[in-house]
């Protein structure tokens, strides 16, 4: 008459799934701002990061890809921008389907098939000191 309790080991439904897998050189990130073959993101490797500006402006940078991390739903990106040798930090909130930047490999994966747009996208694209309001470096 013993009856069977059945303990799962299930991960409560609270629990916030990882965004990321960690592969050799790299990872592959579950999120809308990442537009990369795969998904895949390698450290040391060179990727466009541009940033949505509240204007409409899209500001563009060449940077290179350091870490990434997760803190609760905040997943957190750091790359070193180049021409500025300055490191930043790209929050993406995990629950959010938008975002204001998006880090992509398309642009160099393409070069050579898209010239002609690429240069046009480019040219709209303006590379002004505009304040790093949404990246930005932080330490802690
Ligand atoms: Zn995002």
Not at 11 to 37: N, V
Not at 97 to 120: A, I, P, R, Y
Request: negative net charge; glycine residues 2%.
């Amino acid at each position: 008459m013993d009856s069977i309790k059945i303990i799962t080991n299930a991960t409560p439904d609270d629990e916030i799934p990882k965004a990321f897998q960690t592969i050799a050189r790299g990872f592959i990130i579950t999120a809308p701002c990442i537009i990369c073959q795969h998904q895949l993101v390698t450290i040391a490797n060179e990727y466009d990061l541009l940033e949505f500006l509240s204007n409409g402006d899209i500001k563009y940078r060449k940077v290179t890809f350091v870490n990434v991390l997760q803190e609760g739903l905040k997943l957190k990106l750091f790359v070193l921008d180049k021409k500025k040798k300055k490191l930043l930090r790209c929050t993406h909130t995990l629950n959010e389907s938008t975002c204001n930047w998006v880090l992509t490999d398309l642009f160099q994966s393409k070069e050579q098939l898209l010239n002609d747009e690429h240069g046009m996208l480019m040219n709209n694209m303006t590379e002004k000191e505009a304040d790093d309001k949404l990246l930005e470096f932080d330490f802690s």
